[in-house]
């Protein structure tokens, strides 16, 4: 039950199938593709099918039945198409069937199972027209910069990656590098299929690759720049090859379709604008398939590849349960991010989470086009953390108040639905919130990764992988690559160093119990399943949280703590990341559960740091339940042998948070590095060790020193250096030749370590004369017996 088996094992709760044996069912899907799902990138046809209704004459469309029940037969029919067509279906009776439209016009294609339940879809077959600035083209309707929504699209397009693309491609912009002393970038053909408007150099259809090579732009574009290999090497912001695109007018209609435009995405336009008004015209899809057909080309760009393999890619699974909506629909999260208040939060095309669901495709230079929106937890927290996290936090969280869905009041039966906070409850353990607290305000706000994880979620769940260094789609950590589970922890090796597994980081003590000291994962795993011992269980095995037969209310009636240890084990189990997400507030959650249910309950260390800084090491622990604790000797290890360096005394029994902290001065070891441990002792003498931590010694100066002030003679500033060996109360003092006081530069509390300050001739607003003048240091060491006092002479001279 590791984090490397569960964490996105999620999807195995979400994705369920309603298989109907009764009757046979079928539906006809357009099949989206990409080279990725075919293996291969055909020659003379790009994009391959992104699955839209409006398709470019001349490409390849395809479709596929998806069928339920007892099916044996499958019957395709092409119903109707434009006069003058001559094109077949490939098959009439495979699941799964192609067809190239010749002609403009609608093509309606049936499906039939066993000659009975069948489905049909109208495909309509339309050429490109492109953009360009100041002509009446497909986009003229939406190139307003004032409106309605739809009415503003192109001036936000303008600004995007996709509009620019090409042009920065060809002006050696793209994967640039210093090559012999010149900044270049590196382009080619394979590249421009994608970052253009369609690409079939032998359809004439409008499409980029056909009318690049009519007018002979595709053989000279690239004339003037040095081949390498199959690319270019292209002078960054050489404007050649745009210019001569964008000016010379026989590269008219190649320079309107010389972005990934409007119709990359909505299909060619031309009988959209020919009947404008009429939405069937042209095509609006969420589906994964728009995005893949150039976001899924391996080896280079492995998005999509991620994508296919995630859970959110197999969403939705319950598309009649509206009260799941918007979290659990593609189309009901689009809605709902255009309007968060709106109750018509439905799924009408039952699209999963797909790439245009999270991202704004005509904005994708903000923030990647996120639909970021605020995010408050079902208690009321306000989330202000998290960066383009935040986004995956809208559905990521607890669908109960933590603090209220548990009373204290008995009877505790006839619960009608899960007794839990409803699956993914990721946000909320991040930061530390909205879990039954038992009492303990100090819970409240506890974190390990929410508050220095910048881009939470996203930071470590789409980390670059793979050969292509692409952002993980897949979101989840575990690789399953070649039949073994390898934990992908590139997002954690920049924090916690060369790990290669979740479980290398280790507890800060042997949370479970069984007297070892374990990585963090495997201790948590232990604590819930001993906290699972305590707790009544279902025929299967598995922890009760559904209280609906009498048995079951037996079980928890008058139970208020097992009620409360439920909650907290699915709360935990539920989280999918066994501590990693927030060590501490799991580890707080689990030990203040085991109490409530009768647990012996040791000193739970929650966390155990060193930070080094200049002639010392800060330590800090936490405890979160303390149970006869005498206290902390403190050790350190330096050439191999441990030495107690001192004592902190513990709190006895508490079941509250303690914070604890002791300072190492270390200036007098000779040493470049040093490991600490705790060694927790009981009342009884009874004992046992933290896990140890090891620190880079900076060592700070061995004695105090008054250094000469620099410049001297000086007029009108100067500055005066010191060391400090220990921390110390520092006073410096200025005078002048007859002992009267001039100034007080400093007078505080200052580390280890050397310092600096300056002083002026306008001091005070008082204008000195030149002359010889006396500065002072007295300094007594914090908690020791050194101190030190020394003058020394300036000259002002003017």
């Known amino acids: 039950m590791k984090y490397v088996k569960l964490l996105f094992t999620i999807s195995l709760l979400f994705v369920f199938t309603f298989a109907v044996t009764s009757a046979q069912t079928v539906k006809l899907k357009r099949d989206a593709q990409s080279s990725g799902t075919l293996g291969s990138i055909p020659a003379n046809t790009f994009p391959i099918y992104s699955g839209l209704q409006t398709v470019a004459k001349g490409m390849k469309v395809y479709l596929a039945a998806d069928t339920a029940g007892g099916v044996t037969s499958i019957t395709w ?32 294609v049936k499906v039939e199972v066993n000659g009975g339940a069948s489905d049909q879809d109208t495909l309509l077959a339309a050429t490109y027209r492109g953009y360009k600035d100041g002509e009446i083209l497909g986009c003229v309707c939406h190139d307003l910069t004032s409106g309605r929504d739809w009415q503003t699209v192109v001036p936000k397009w303008q600004q995007s990656g996709h509009a620019t693309i090409f042009k920065e491609g060809i002006t050696g912009q793209l994967e640039a590098a210093n090559v012999n002393g010149l900044y270049q970038g590196t382009y080619g053909p394979s590249c421009i299929k994608c970052h253009t408007t369609g690409w079939s150099p032998d359809v004439d259809n409008g499409n980029y690759g056909y009318e690049a090579k009519a007018s002979g732009f595709d053989t000279t574009w690239y004339k003037t720049f040095t081949p390498n290999g199959s690319m270019y090497l292209i002078p960054t912001n050489d404007m050649t090859a745009w210019n001569l695109l ?21 299909g060619p336009a031309s009988a959209h604008q020919d009947s404008y008004g009429n939405p069937n015209m042209i095509s609006k899809s969420l589906d994964a398939g728009v995005c893949n057909q150039c976001h899924d080309a391996p080896t280079h760009h492995m998005v999509g590849h991620y994508y296919n393999a995630s859970a959110h890619a197999r969403l939705p699974h319950l598309e009649a349960r509206t009260s799941c909506f918007p979290c659990h629909g593609g189309t009901a999260y689009y809605k709902y991010s255009k309007n968060p208040t709106s109750p018509q ?17 005509h904005e994708v230079n903000n923030n990647f086009g996120l639909r970021i929106m605020p995010v408050t937890l079902q208690n009321g927290y306000q989330v202000t953390l998290g960066g383009n996290g935040q986004l995956c936090m809208t559905c990521h969280q ?17 619960y009608s639905d899960r007794f839990d906070a409803h699956h993914g409850p990721q946000t909320d353990m991040l930061f530390g919130e909205n879990a039954y607290q038992f009492g303990d305000n100090l819970l409240t706000g506890l974190m390990t990764h929410g508050a220095v994880v910048k881009d939470a979620c996203v930071t470590c769940h789409m980390a670059e992988r793979g050969a292509s260094n692409t952002p993980n789609h897949g979101f989840s950590l575990v690789d399953t690559t070649g039949g073994a589970d390898k934990d992908i922890v590139s997002g954690c090796v920049p924090c916690h160093g060369p790990i290669t597994s979740f479980d290398d980081v280790m507890a800060s003590s042997d949370f479970d119990g069984n007297g070892k000291v374990e990585g963090v994962q495997t201790e948590v795993e232990g604590m819930l399943n001993n906290l699972a011992s305590y707790l009544p269980k279902n025929s299967d095995g598995s922890v009760l949280n559904r209280f609906v037969t009498s048995a079951d209310s037996v079980a928890v009636r008058n139970k208020p703590n097992v009620i409360k240890g439920i909650y907290t084990y699915y709360f935990v189990e539920e989280d999918r990341s066994m501590g990693v997400h927030n060590t501490k507030y799991t580890v707080a959650l689990l030990s203040k559960a085991l109490a409530a249910v009768g647990a012996v309950v040791p000193v739970e260390l929650t966390s155990f740091t060193a930070q080094a800084s200049t002639g010392s090491v800060n330590l800090s622990w936490e405890t979160v339940t303390e149970v006869n604790n005498n206290g902390f000797e403190v050790e350190r290890k330096t050439a191999d042998k441990w030495e107690s360096i001192g004592f902190v005394k513990g709190n006895g029994t508490s079941s509250q948070l303690s914070r604890y902290t002791f300072k190492d001065n270390i200036n007098e070891l000779n040493a470049e590095k040093a490991v600490y441990r705790l060694k927790q002792i009981d009342l009884n003498g009874t004992f046992k060790y933290s896990k140890e931590v090891e620190v880079t010694i900076v ?13 001297n003679p000086f007029n009108p500033t100067t500055t005066i250096k010191y060391a400090l060996p220990f921390e110390s109360n520092v006073k410096i003092s200025v005078y002048n030749i007859t002992g009267q006081l001039i100034k007080v530069l400093v007078n505080s509390e200052q580390p280890t370590g050397n310092h600096e300050v300056t002083f002026s001739t306008n001091s005070n607003g008082v204008q000195l004369s030149s002359g010889i003048y006396f500065y002072t240091i007295e300094a007594q060491a914090i908690g020791g017996s050194g101190s030190f006092r020394q003058t020394k002479k300036m000259v002002l001279m003017k």
Request: glycine content about 6%.
């Open 345 to 361: 939060w439905v799924n009408d095309d039952a699209t999963p989470i797909s790439c245009a669901v999270c991202h704004k495709a």
């Open 77 to 108: 029919t092409l119903v109707s198409q434009p006069a003058g067509s001559n094109t077949t279906l490939s098959s009439t009776s495979d699941q799964k069937v192609t067809f190239v439209p010749d002609s403009i016009g609608y093509y309606i």
């Open 398 to 414: 607890a669908r109960k108040n933590g603090n209220t869905v548990i009373t204290d009041q008995a009877p505790y039966y006839g």
């Open 699 to 711: 060592a700070g100066p061995k004695e105090y020193t008054l250094f000469q002030n620099y410049p």
């Open 246 to 266: 964008t000016t010379d007018s026989k590269y008219a209609k190649a320079s309107r379709v010389a972005f990934i435009g409007c119709e990359s995405c909505h």
